[in-house]
C-alpha cells in the first residue's frame, strides 16, 4: 500500500497527469485518510523517511492523513505515536533534515495535537523530552521546538478560536497541568534561547511569539523581571525581529492584572526612554509597529484610570511622557502610520470628559495644531485622483471627530484657533503663492467651524448662537469669501469645488444679510464663469450644474433685473445644445449611460426657475421671451427628428433619444418655472406651455412606437398640468388616446400610465370634461389591464421579472381605483358607461386579496375593498357627499348582500384557511388588521344587520356560542384601533399561538 499511497500522491500532484487517472488517484488519497489501514501505512513512511527520504508533497500528505487520525487513536496508539513521532524527530536533527516551512509547520502540528492527548495521563514527560532535544542548542532542534510550543499554545489558548465546552475544559486541564510541572522551566528556556542572538532569526521571533501567546495565560510573576525584559527590548534595535517584537511587548502588556500592576509594568518597561533611543527609522513597516505599540501602552494606562482613578496623577505622568512620542507619529507623513495613534488620541479625549485634570491646555493646543496640519493636503498629491481622495477624507473624518472633540472640552480655544487658521489660509497670503492645498484647509476649517457653530458644540445657549462672537466671525468670513478674487487664481477642481459646495451649503445665511441681493448676484457670476458651469474639467463642470440648480432652489431671489436674467439665459445657451448617445453595456453587461443629458435637465431646470422669478408685475412679456429662447431650439430639434424618414427613424435608435431628450428638457424647464405670485400663471406663460403641448403631441404621434417617446409625452404632461390647469384637457384626451393605442405597451409601461392617470383624477377631480374623458375610457382600461394579468405565459415561469412587473401593475391598479375613490369620483365605476364592468373590478379586489403570494398586494386589494364598503355598503347608492355626480346614479342593485357574503367570508377564509397566514410574520400581521378595518367599517355602515348576518356565519363555521358573542360584542364596541388589536388576538388564539 506504501507504494500504491507514493504514486497516487505523485499523480494528484502533477500537472500534466491525465484527468481521469487524477480523479482516480483523488478518491483513492481520500479513502487512505479515512481508513486505519491508510493512517498505519502513512506513519510506516513517515518512520521510513529518515532513512528512505521522501519528497516534499508525499511527506505532507502523510502529515496530514496523521493529523487528520490522532483524534481516533486509543491509549495504546496515542503512547506509540508520541514516541515514533519523537524518535523521526531526533533523526531529523541527527541527520539535519530541514524540510520545507510549511512541512515543520505541519509536523509540528501533529506534536502539538498528539500533547493535548498524552500530556496530563500518558506522557507526562512531554515538554521535558523536548528539553532534552534542545540541550545542544541545535539549531534545527531549536527550530522544531519552537514550532512545537507555539503550536501546543494554539491547540491550547489561541482566544481566537471557538471551541466547544468539553475542548475548553480539557484546554484548562493542560495549562493547569503546564504551570504546575512545566511553566517555570520553560520561561527559564525561552529566557536562554533570547540570551544566544547567534541564533536563527525564525528561531528567535518564534521564540518572541511563544512570549506573547503564552503571556496571557501564565503567571507573569515567572516573566517580569528587568533582566528579562531588558533582553526582550534589545531586539527593537535588530532589523530581523524588531516587528514581532513590538507584536509580543503589546501581548505582555495588555496582560489582565491589577490596575496599580499594570501601571508598575509599564513604568518598568520606560517605553519613551526605550523609543527614543531607537531612533525613527526609513523602514515604515517598523514604524507602524512602533506607533501601534505607543498606542497599546497609552490606551492601557487610560485603563488602569478607568479601573482605579484615584491613580490618575500617577499616570497622568506617564501620559505626558507619550504624548511627545505620539505627536511625532501623529505628524509623520505616513497617513498609515499616523492612523496607528488615533485610538488612543480618541479613548484620551473622551477620558478627559470624566476626568478634567488630564485637560490641559497646553496639551490641547499643541494636538489641535497637529490635528489641523494632519488634515492639509500632503505636498505630493495632486487632488485629482479619486481613490487617494476616498481615503484621506476617511482620515480626515476621524481627525475631525478629535477636532470636534477639543472644542466640547475647550470651546475657547476651539473659537481663538480654528478663525486664524481660516483667516491665515484663505485671506492672508493664502493664495498669493498659489498653494491650493492651504486654501483647501481653510475652505475645510470654514466648513468645520459653520458645522460645528450649527451643532453647538462650544456650548453657547442655543437661543443666542445667532448673536455670539463666533457667528459673527463665520458671518465675516463666508462675505469675505463671497466677494474675495482668491479663487480666480487658484485654478485648481478641489478649491472650485469646495467654493461651490460651502455656498450652497450655506444658503440660508444669506437670507439674513442686509445686502443678501449683492451677494447673490456675486455668486451667479461666479457660478456662470469658467469656474464653474463653463470649467474647463468635466467633474468640476458637472457638479457646478447640479449645485447652480440646488442654489437657485434653495435661495429663490426674486429678482428685478431683466436684462441681468436675459444675459445669463443667452450665456448659458451653449451648454443647454442636447447631443443624444446611445447607452452601452459593461464588462459586466449593465447598461451605462452615455452623454450628459441627465447633468444638462438641472440647466434647464434652473432656467426654467430664473425665468418664473423674476418678480415685476410687467415682466410677463420678457419671461415670454425667454421661454421663447429656450424653447424654440428644442422645438426646432423635434421637428429635425420628425422630418427624418420613418424607415430611417426605425434603423437609428439615436434619433428617437434625441427627440426623447428634447421632450425631457422641455418638461424639466416647465417643471422649473413653479414661482409665480400666488400661482397666478399670466396668460402669455400659459399659452407658451399650451404650445409646448401641442409639440409634444405631435412628436408622440410621429414616434407612436417608442416607449421612450410616450415616458417622455408623460413626464412633460405631468409638469404642464400645474400651469395649464383645466384647459389641458383637450391635449390630455389626445395624449391618453395616443398612448392607450400603442401596439407595445410594457407591463412596467403600464403601470406608470395609471400613476398618470391618478395624478389627472386628482388634479382634476371637479373637471366636468376630465370626468368625462375618465368616464369613456374607464372600461376599456379595466379590461385591458386585467386582461393582461390573466394572460399566463411561459416566460413568466423563466423570468421572475416577469411576475414582478405583473405586481406591479396589480398595485397600480389598485392605487388608480383608490385615487378616484379618495378623489370623490367613484360614481366613475357606476356610470352608465362603466356599470358593466364594476362587476368584474369588485371580483379581481376579491381574487387579488385572497392571492397570498405577494402580501402588499393582498393588503392594498383588502384596502380599496374597505373604499368600495365605505362607499357602496349602504344599499349600494353612492354615500360620498362630494361626489357631485352620484345623486344623478341610481343604486347598484345586489351589492349589498353580495359585498356582504363576499366580505365575511374572506375576513375568516384568508387567516384560517391559508396555512401560510401566521400573524406574527409583520407582512400578515398587516394584512390582518386591514380585515379588521373592512369588518369595523361594514359593522359602522350597516349596524345590527351586518352584525346578526356575521353572528350567523360564525356559528355555522363552528365557532362556539361564547366565542361568537364575544367577538361581536368587540366588534360593536370598540372603535377601529382596538378592534385591530382584538382581531390579532382572536387569529393568534384560534390558530394554535401563544
Known amino acids: 500500500m506504501e507504494q500504491q499511497i507514493h504514486q497516487a500522491v505523485e499523480i494528484a500532484l502533477s500537472g500534466n497527469a491525465d484527468v481521469n487517472l487524477k480523479n482516480q488517484a483523488y478518491d483513492f488519497i481520500n479513502q487512505i485518510k479515512s481508513t486505519e489501514a491508510g493512517y498505519k501505512s502513512c506513519l510506516e513512511i513517515l518512520i521510513k523517511s529518515t532513512s528512505q527520504p521522501v519528497n516534499e508533497g508525499l511527506k505532507f500528505f502523510v502529515y496530514q492523513v496523521i493529523d487528520e487520525n490522532i483524534d481516533k487513536l486509543n491509549q495504546e496508539q496515542l503512547f506509540s505515536l508520541n514516541s515514533q513521532i519523537f524518535k523521526v524527530l531526533e533523526q531529523y536533527i541527527a541527520n539535519n533534515i530541514k524540510d520545507a516551512t510549511h512541512s515543520r509547520n505541519k509536523f509540528a502540528q501533529i506534536f502539538a495535537k498528539t500533547f493535548c492527548h498524552v500530556y496530563i495521563n500518558i506522557y507526562p514527560k512531554f515538554i521535558k523530552d523536548l528539553f532534552s532535544m534542545i540541550s545542544t542548542n541545535n539549531q534545527l532542534a531549536l527550530d522544531y521546538y519552537s514550532r512545537i510550543i507555539l503550536s501546543i499554545h494554539s491547540e491550547i489558548g489561541d482566544k481566537f478560536i471557538s471551541r466547544s465546552r468539553e475542548g475548553q475544559e480539557r484546554n484548562n486541564l493542560l495549562k493547569d497541568a503546564i504551570r504546575l510541572n512545566d511553566m517555570e522551566s520553560l520561561v527559564i528556556n525561552w529566557f536562554k534561547i533570547l540570551s544566544n542572538q547567534n541564533n536563527s532569526t525564525e528561531i528567535l521571533e518564534n521564540t518572541l511569539k511563544i512570549v506573547g501567546a503564552y503571556i496571557s495565560w501564565m503567571e507573569i510573576g515567572l516573566f517580569v523581571s528587568a533582566e528579562y525584559i531588558n533582553i526582550i527590548l534589545t531586539y527593537l534595535n535588530r532589523t530581523d525581529e524588531r516587528n514581532v517584537t513590538c507584536e509580543t511587548i503589546m501581548e505582555i502588556i495588555s496582560k489582565k492584572m491589577p490596575p496599580i500592576n499594570k501601571l508598575e509594568l509599564i513604568t518598568l518597561f520606560n517605553f519613551t526612554t526605550v523609543i527614543t533611543s531607537i531612533g525613527l527609522s526609513d523602514d515604515i513597516d517598523f514604524m507602524e509597529h512602533i506607533a501601534k505599540l505607543l498606542n497599546a501602552v497609552g490606551t492601557e494606562l487610560l485603563i488602569v484610570i478607568e479601573n482605579q482613578p484615584d491613580l490618575v496623577n500617577q499616570v497622568k505622568a506617564e501620559l505626558f511622557r507619550l504624548w511627545p512620542l505620539v505627536f511625532t507619529f501623529l505628524s509623520h507623513e505616513y497617513d498609515d502610520v499616523s492612523q496607528q495613534v488615533f485610538p488612543f488620541i480618541q479613548h484620551y479625549l473622551l477620558t478627559c470628559k470624566k476626568n478634567p485634570i488630564l485637560n490641559d491646555i497646553e496639551l490641547m493646543s499643541t494636538l489641535l495644531n497637529k490635528v489641523i496640519l494632519k488634515m492639509k493636503y500632503d505636498d505630493d498629491d495632486s487632488g485629482l485622483d479619486d481613490d487617494e481622495h476616498e481615503q484621506f477624507m476617511e482620515i480626515r473624518s476621524k481627525l475631525k471627530t478629535f477636532q470636534d472633540t477639543i472644542a466640547v472640552l475647550n470651546p475657547d480655544l476651539y473659537v481663538t484657533a480654528i478663525p486664524i487658521v481660516i483667516n491665515e489660509s484663505i485671506f492672508n497670503g493664502g493664495g498669493k503663492d498659489n498653494d491650493w492645498r492651504k486654501l ?32 459673527a466671525i463665520f458671518q465675516e468670513y463666508l462675505i469675505k469669501l463671497i466677494n474675495s478674487d482668491f479663487i480666480t487664481k487658484v485654478n485648481h477642481p478641489k478649491i472650485q469645488l469646495v467654493f461651490f459646495e460651502i455656498i450652497v451649503k450655506h444658503y440660508n445665511f444669506l437670507n439674513q444679510q442686509a445686502n443678501r441681493m449683492d451677494l447673490i448676484i456675486r455668486i451667479l457670476e461666479i457660478f456662470t464663469s469658467p469656474l464653474g458651469l463653463f470649467n474647463e474639467i468635466e467633474k468640476v463642470r458637472l457638479r457646478s450644474w447640479y449645485l447652480f440648480f440646488r442654489f437657485m432652489k434653495l435661495t429663490k431671489p426674486r429678482i428685478t433685473n431683466e436684462s441681468l436674467v ?429
Open 440 to 471: 483647501e484647509l481653510g475652505l475645510y476649517e470654514l466648513s468645520n467651524f459653520s458645522e460645528s457653530l450649527r451643532n453647538n458644540l462650544i456650548n453657547v445657549p442655543k437661543d443666542s448662537i445667532g448673536e455670539s462672537k463666533p457667528y
Open 566 to 994: 436675459e444675459e445669463m439665459i443667452v450665456k448659458l445657451q451653449p451648454l443647454l445644445v442636447i447631443k443624444a448617445e446611445l447607452p452601452t453595456r459593461d464588462e459586466d453587461d449593465d447598461v451605462v449611460e452615455n452623454g450628459n443629458f441627465n447633468n444638462q435637465q438641472y440647466l434647464f431646470e434652473t432656467i426654467g426657475l430664473l425665468i418664473s422669478l423674476l418678480s415685476d408685475q410687467s415682466s410677463a412679456p420678457v419671461k415670454s421671451k425667454l421661454l421663447d429662447i429656450i424653447f424654440q431650439p428644442l422645438f426646432n430639434d423635434l421637428e429635425n427628428c420628425i422630418s427624418i424618414p420613418e424607415q430611417q427613424r426605425e434603423n437609428q435608435p439615436v434619433i428617437a433619444l434625441q427627440a426623447h431628450h428634447s421632450l425631457m428638457a422641455i418638461g424639466t424647464v416647465v417643471r422649473g418655472y413653479d414661482y409665480e405670485f400666488n400661482m397666478k400663471y399670466p396668460p402669455q406663460i400659459i399659452e407658451k406651455v399650451n404650445q409646448a403641448a401641442r409639440v409634444v403631441l405631435i412628436t408622440l404621434e410621429n414616434f407612436p412606437k417608442h416607449e421612450i417617446i410616450r415616458d417622455a409625452a408623460r413626464f412633460s404632461f405631468a409638469r404642464f398640468i400645474p400651469i395649464l390647469k383645466n384647459t389641458i384637457s383637450v391635449h390630455l384626451a389626445e395624449l391618453i388616446t395616443l398612448i392607450w393605442s400603442a401596439p407595445n405597451l410594457q407591463l412596467s409601461e403600464l403601470s406608470d400610465f395609471l400613476g398618470f392617470l391618478g395624478q389627472i383624477t386628482h388634479n382634476y377631480k371637479s373637471d366636468e370634461n376630465i370626468y368625462q374623458l375618465l368616464n369613456n375610457f374607464l372600461s376599456s382600461l379595466f379590461h385591458k389591464i386585467f386582461e393582461v394579468l390573466d394572460t399566463k405565459t411561459r416566460e413568466e415561469e423563466l423570468m421572475p421579472e416577469i411576475i414582478r412587473d405583473k405586481n406591479l401593475l396589480k398595485k397600480a391598479i389598485l392605487n388608480f381605483l383608490s385615487s378616484m375613490v379618495l378623489n370623490n369620483c367613484a360614481s366613475l365605476l357606476v356610470t352608465e358607461t362603466n356599470k358593466a364592468e364594476f362587476p368584474e373590478i369588485i371580483g379581481k379586489l376579491f381574487e387579488y386579496s385572497y392571492d397570498l403570494s405577494e402580501t402588499s398586494v393582498s393588503k392594498l386589494a383588502i384596502n380599496q375593498l374597505i373604499n368600495i364598503v365605505n362607499v357602496f355598503g349602504n344599499g349600494g347608492k353612492i354615500t360620498d357627499p362630494k361626489d357631485k355626480y352620484s345623486a344623478a346614479l341610481p343604486p347598484v342593485e345586489g351589492i349589498d348582500e353580495f359585498l356582504m357574503n363576499k366580505v365575511v367570508h374572506l375576513s375568516f377564509e384568508l387567516p384560517f384557511q391559508k396555512q401560510e397566514f401566521d400573524v406574527n410574520d409583520a407582512q400578515f400581521r398587516l394584512i390582518a388588521q386591514e380585515i379588521a378595518i373592512l369588518l369595523k367599517s361594514y359593522q359602522l355602515k350597516k349596524g345590527d344587520v351586518f352584525v346578526n348576518y356575521l353572528s350567523t356565519y360564525l356559528m355555522d363555521m363552528g365557532l362556539s356560542q361564547d366565542l361568537m358573542n364575544d367577538f361581536c360584542i368587540q366588534l360593536n364596541k370598540n372603535d377601529t384601533k382596538d378592534f385591530k388589536k382584538y382581531f390579532i388576538t382572536f387569529v393568534t388564539r384560534l390558530k394554535g399561538g401563544k
